[in-house]
């Protein structure tokens, strides 16, 4: 079975560019996570949607940012414009929620995107 | 404030030997504890997910123990391989949401 699928793998863009980072989860997951990684903050929630209604985006850390899920097969990060600051590895992943959302199954990572911004 | 420490932060050990990490949390409600496996370059994967009565989980040489008394996790490797080397990641899963809270990861490096 495929597992998470992110591309691209690697981005590297000037400042004040437009990112679109892209994101296929597991058939049959209904609950897709966008999580930015980096070596002083660790791991951190960005947003997630659950049956492609996005339901905490408190983590987004600003305008910039904005996240779509259209179908429950594919979903989009953009960053507009991109900053250095935004340099991190920007992680994807799905699960199967329990019951009728609440909870979280086990949560399957995508590889990465690793964004540089110049 | 919910809060997962790891420790201890990196830690260095020879081929075939043991060793444990550590994980304690400040988080309520608890809904389960997970650690994740993430090797350099690559998204985490998943080793284990204790609820609040299991007290031990076991994925081959990964053992997780969880004592939801005093809120302490450990993972136990036993006779550890190169392969092994990673970052190691506690999570905490709160209340029925799907709130995670991550620890900060502790680095192994197996050596031979």
Not at chain 1, 102 to 107: H, P, R, Y
Not at chain 2, 66 to 83: C, E, F, P
Request: proline share 4%.
């Amino acid at each position: 079975d495929a597992g998470v699928i992110q591309s691209p793998r690697h981005e590297v863009t000037e400042m004040g560019q437009e990112v679109t980072l892209r994101c296929k989860p597991i058939s049959g997951h209904n609950s897709l996570f966008w999580y930015r990684q980096t070596m002083m903050r660790g791991l951190e929630l960005l947003i997630y949607f659950n049956n492609n209604v996005p339901i905490d985006d408190s983590g987004m850390p600003e305008d910039r940012f904005s996240a779509k899920m259209p179908n429950a097969s594919f979903s989009t990060l953009k960053i507009q414009p991109s900053e250095p600051r935004d340099s991190a590895v920007y992680f994807c992943a799905s699960s199967l929620a329990l019951g009728t959302g609440i909870g979280t199954g086990e949560l399957f990572f995508g590889e990465g995107s690793r964004l540089t911004v110049l | 404030k919910n809060q997962v420490e790891q420790s201890p932060q990196s830690l260095i050990i020879l081929e075939g030997k043991n060793c444990t990490l550590q994980c304690n949390y400040t988080v309520s409600p608890f809904s389960n504890l997970r650690w994740y496996k993430q090797d350099t370059g690559r998204g985490p994967v998943s080793l284990t997910i204790m609820t609040f009565s299991e007290n031990t989980k076991s994925n081959g040489r990964y053992t997780a123990t969880l004592d939801a008394d005093t809120k302490q996790s450990s993972l136990h490797i036993t006779a550890s391989q190169l392969s092994d080397s990673a970052s190691y990641i506690c999570v905490v899963s709160v209340g029925y949401g799907n709130k995670l809270v991550f620890g900060a990861g502790t680095i192994l490096r197996v050596k031979s």
